[in-house]
């Protein structure tokens, strides 16, 4: 019989390895348009705006961002776990995956409500 894992750090290896690879992927990205393609004169100020503006693309952002956070979140808890302070996993657990979700909030709101 299969033996019920009632935890939830499946939940949190998941997104940890989902915001690391979606963010190595995506962030260059971002950073390349951002810092280099329209830099450089390639693409206007207005394209780029066009880009941003579309409602794909800002649902896209918020959930690299969003997986971002997970990842510094569960990549942090564990660092700190290493460092000695086990004992106190569950606070920490707590604060690190509440600021994500604080980061999470706050980057729908940045993208998706304020840019309607």
């Known amino acids: ?35 280099f393609v329209l830099a450089a004169g390639v693409i206007s100020e207005e394209q780029l705006v066009d ?10 952002l918020v959930i690299v ?13 564990f660092t700190l776990g290493e460092l000695g302070l086990r004992r106190f996993d569950r606070p ?8 994500a979700l604080v980061g999470t909030g706050y980057a729908f709101a940045v993208v998706i409500v304020d840019w309607s």
């Open 1 to 35: 019989m299969l033996k019920r894992n009632p935890s939830n750090e499946p939940l949190f290896w998941s997104l940890f390895s989902a915001g690391g690879t979606i963010t190595a992927l995506l962030m260059p990205v971002l950073i390349v348009m951002l810092g």
């Open 92 to 99: 920490i657990a707590l604060l690190c995956y509440g600021a």
């Open 51 to 60: 880009v941003f503006e579309h409602k794909a693309f800002r649902a896209a």
């Open 65 to 77: 961002v969003s997986l971002a956070f997970f990842h510094w979140a569960h990549r942090f808890r």
